[in-house]
């Protein structure tokens, strides 16, 4: 029967305009009538009809709004408060929902200052906090600016501008014969080094403290926090779920102090940089080094002025919580459609997570509404409210250590979003074989900065090359789902390089004057992620394409052979690709025919989850168990990081890998070459396992 019911009021503040509510009750009223007539379950273009329909840019920022009250760093009362309203949001829509708690380290400043003493003897503390900017920072106190795991530890010593902080950044010093062993270093961000990469090589080159700033145009008083660990998820417990009772390591174990660094750091703003590196001596400062500096900065120093840095921290065993609202499917319960955000912040977190998060809660009010129109999923979706992701990717990372064994044969895939709006247009990353589907859901979804034009009209470029980035970084959840899990993963997100990335400017009034003054980008990727989830939960046939994969793997071997030399035979990788390529063809064929005799109306049930088997399992086929070579718990040999971050290879890590490894040390070229051969080979055979698993039969 139908029901028609009344627009989830939601848990927080949020109201749909009245036009808004009347085109919805419109839409209901003319489901109702449909279904009253045809009283067969909501169709997927039914579904997605409505799903576009209830969009509503002021039911979003009213989620935004609340969700940035106040900040809500993991681990602390506020982030409780934060988990609280997920929580009672899916309850208010009636939706089943669970929590898992795992007990974790986390990371926490105490107390830090760094000031300049002069030759001349006067000393200048420096400020290490952001000044107020916006109304809505007044009153709440966000975290002091600091890495979290850093050592706690203190320096008097002389600075040095070491530009990104890269091993040719130190070697063009050394060439000036400028060294920095036993020195202070200053690093500016955007070289291409992660946070924790930027600290590790200081530390190789002899330095006793990092100072990191952010080099913007804009908001150069702001203070970039984050974290400085190693490897991903929980540190005292290692590739398996940190659950409360469970097995721990001790902080001396050496698998968890070597995810730390040994030399402390902080950051800094490009504003107290500028006066750090002007006091600054010595060979003057490569031109290509300055990047939005002042002409009051000409030398890289040593010295001669003395630089005093302290740094406290603590680190703590604290309790961290995911939130899971779970849809059931109707025919296939058993298959699973994951969406997933962070929850946690820095500071306010309005673009990193919030944003994400709004969407998130809007998904979980617009899918009560199909639910509440009689629509079920053909199989289960469950969306994701992840904790500690700035730590590490914690939350997502312990959970699917925990749940492994399950996640492997039943998710379908992993759609991540993070931080969602930082500004226009779209950006994805994907596994290759959802590049089409996210092609077709661009053009149903509405460009919000372009009138009467969809998404794809001004994202696609010209020919086959869409735009998507792969998913090889280790920058958001989705890195334990592909590279430790091997589950077909999409990110989406509207804008980047935001410019208050973790200060305390990243606010609700930030997003309302810069980020999205209207939320029509939130709609815009609240439409685009629900949009995925729709068809992946609901198509009869999943709607991947391995033919897009093959030629990815392909275009990889082409970038592969013109950096390898002639000892190096690509050989196995070509005749895998191949193989790989004519599996993706026939079962591409296979899906065809199967739509046909379907639409012939015979029974194909059991043939078409069977197919699907293998294009859920065929991902797998690139984990390797012995994963990455010294780094274990990277199991995919096609996308991962490479170990050496000034690689420019983001595929095939393990090969990246070979190659930085052979040209640096006592290695012979015998060695060398056989090594990166070794390398080939067990990539060609994950390739070839995956289009086994396509191919879904026994040799
Ligand atoms: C000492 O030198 C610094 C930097 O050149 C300058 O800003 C400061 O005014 C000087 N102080 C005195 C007392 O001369
Ligand atoms: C450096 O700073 C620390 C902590 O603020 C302070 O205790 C110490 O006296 C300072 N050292 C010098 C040489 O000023
Ligand atoms: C929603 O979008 C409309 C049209 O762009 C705009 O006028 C309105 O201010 C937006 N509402 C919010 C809360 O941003």
């Known amino acids: 029967m139908v029901r028609i019911i009344p627009l989830p009021t939601n848990a927080i503040t949020g109201k749909p305009s009245p036009l808004e509510t009347f085109v919805a009750i419109l839409v209901l009223c003319i489901l109702g009538f449909y279904t009253l007539y045809y009283p067969y379950p909501v169709s997927t273009s039914t579904a997605i009809d409505l799903f576009l329909s209830s969009a509503s840019n002021s039911t979003i920022s009213s989620y935004l709004r609340s969700l940035t009250l106040h900040p809500h760093l993991a681990g602390t009362k506020l982030a409780a408060d934060t988990t609280r309203l997920v929580i009672n949001h899916f309850r208010s829509l009636n939706l089943p929902t669970h929590t898992t708690t795992y007990t974790t380290l986390l990371s926490y400043p105490l107390h830090s200052s760094v000031s300049l003493h002069f030759p001349n003897g006067s000393v200048l503390n420096l400020p290490l906090t952001e000044p107020v900017h916006f109304s809505d920072q007044t009153g709440q106190p966000v975290v002091q600016p600091y890495h979290a795991y850093s050592p706690s530890g203190s320096a008097y010593a002389r600075a040095v501008f070491v530009n990104y902080g890269r091993e040719r950044d130190y070697r063009a010093l050394r060439a000036q014969g400028v060294h920095v062993s036993g020195c202070v270093v200053v690093v500016r961000k955007g070289g291409g080094l992660g946070r924790g990469a930027v600290v590790e090589k200081a530390e190789e080159n002899g330095a006793v403290a990092v100072l990191v700033y952010g080099d913007g145009d804009t908001w150069r008083d702001g203070f970039e926090r984050g974290h400085v660990m190693r490897g991903v998820g929980d540190p005292l417990s290692p590739g398996w779920a940190g659950v409360d009772g469970g097995e721990t390591l001790g902080l001396d174990d050496s698998e968890v102090s070597k995810r730390f660094p040994k030399i402390p750091s902080l950051p800094l703003s490009a504003e107290v940089a500028e006066t750090v590196l002007g006091s600054l001596g010595g060979a003057p400062v490569p031109l290509e080094w300055r990047g939005t500096l002042g002409s009051k900065v000409r030398h890289v120093g040593p010295g001669p002025t003395m630089l005093n840095f302290s740094y406290q921290g603590e680190k703590k065993v604290a309790t961290i919580q995911n939130v899971f609202a779970v849809i059931k499917g109707c025919e296939e319960p058993d298959r699973y459609v994951l969406l997933g955000n962070h929850r946690d912040a820095w500071t306010f977190g309005a673009v990193d997570p919030s944003s994400g998060t709004a969407a998130l809660l809007d998904i979980a009010r617009r899918f009560s509404i199909l639910l509440g129109s009689g629509w079920t999923p053909r199989r289960s979706i469950i969306l994701c409210s992840w904790d500690a992701e700035e730590f590490g990717m914690i939350g997502s990372t312990e959970w699917v250590e925990q749940n492994l064994i399950n996640l492997s044969p039943k998710a379908v895939a992993y759609l991540n979003v993070d931080c969602a709006v930082q500004g226009p ?14 092609v077709e859901v661009t053009k149903k979804v509405k460009d919000p900065d372009s009138e009467g034009a969809s998404i794809y009209e001004n994202w696609a470029v010209t020919g086959e090359d869409y735009n998507i980035q792969r998913l090889s970084a280790v920058d958001s959840d989705f890195a334990p789902f592909v590279q430790h899990a091997g589950v077909p993963s999409i990110d989406v997100y509207y804008g980047r390089d935001f410019p208050v990335y973790h200060t305390a400017y990243d606010s609700y009034n930030w997003m309302t004057e810069y980020g999205d003054p209207f939320f029509q980008r939130h709609v815009a990727v609240t439409g685009i992620w629900g949009l995925l989830a729709l068809h992946l939960a609901d198509d009869s046939i999943l709607p991947f394409n391995y033919v897009s994969y093959a030629n990815q793997l392909l275009s990889y071997k082409n970038k592969l052979s013109n950096l390898l030399d002639q000892q190096v035979s690509l050989h196995p990788l070509t005749m895998s690709i191949q193989e790989f390529a004519s599996a993706a063809k026939q079962v591409d064929d296979e899906s065809k025919q199967l739509r046909l005799q379907e639409t012939a109306g015979d029974i194909v049930d059991m043939k078409k989850r069977a197919l699907n088997d293998r294009l859920i399992l065929a991902e797998k086929g690139f984990l390797d168990a012995d994963g990455l070579h010294g780094r274990q718990w990277f199991k995919h040999l096609v996308f991962g990081p490479p170990r050496d971050q ?54």
């Open 425 to 438: 247009g779209l950006f994805v990353g994907s596994t290759p074989q959802l590049d089409n589907l996210i």
């Open 646 to 699: 000034e690689n420019k290879l983001d595929f095939f890590p393990g090969i990246a890998d070979s190659i930085t490894q052979g040209s640096s040390k006592a290695t012979s070229e015998r060695e060398r070459v056989a090594a990166i051969q070794h390398e080939i080979w067990r990539v060609a055979r994950a390739i070839q396992t995956a289009a086994s698993a396509l191919k879904g039969e026994f040799t």
